[in-house]
């Protein structure tokens, strides 16, 4: 037992930001309707806070990327059919 210090956006720790995704959803103790997982990555590039408090539409620090637009096209694309 012990800790890590690693990569992260300051609250969740990138390794275990994309575990659940990569790792824990396969398992069918988890996951036991099978449903898909994707691992997808946005680049973390916030505006000025002089522009926008919140880091702009190209955030992805961990609450923010709700509104990262990349992201919300990927989920759009999703829900309409279609794949990202």
């Not at 990569?7 to 720790?13: F, I, K, L, R, T």
């Not at 995704?21 to 036991?32: F, V, Y």
């Not at 926008?52 to 990262?68: C, E, L, S």
Request: negative net charge.
């Amino acid at each position: 037992l012990g800790m890590v210090k690693g990569e992260g956006d300051g609250s969740v720790p990138l390794l275990s930001a994309g575990f659940m995704c990569a790792k824990g959803w396969q398992s069918p103790h988890l996951n036991p309707a099978g449903a898909k997982t994707l691992v997808r990555e946005y680049p973390h590039e916030p505006w000025s806070i002089l522009y926008d408090i919140r880091g702009g539409p190209t955030t992805a620090d961990h609450v923010d990327i709700m509104g990262n637009m990349e992201m919300i096209n990927d989920i759009l694309s999703i829900v309409s059919g279609g794949s990202v």
